[in-house]
């Protein structure tokens, strides 16, 4: 109004910045600390997810996965694995 204005600066953070400090955030007593390590660790199990939907969706040829499939069923079977 009459020329004024307002201007408001906010501080702003990434979360993954701070993911190389992922250990010293865990030790923190400040709930945003461990929020934040939550958010982190949470992250990195979606990208997990998402390298075992990869996995799933590759196809191999016949003989690999007769190989890989007899290789698991041997794991399983000595791990006594239902």
Known sequence: ???CTHVFD???AKLLDFEPDL???KRQSNPFTLVTAAHLSALRTRLIDLFVIIDWMLALPKEL???VCQDI???ERKAQMK
Do not use: R, S
């Open 73 to 75: 069923d041997e794991i």
């Open 23 to 25: 250990a010293a955030l």
């Open 1 to 3: 109004m009459l020329g």
């Open 65 to 67: 996965e007769q190989k």
């Open 10 to 12: 906010f501080p702003t």
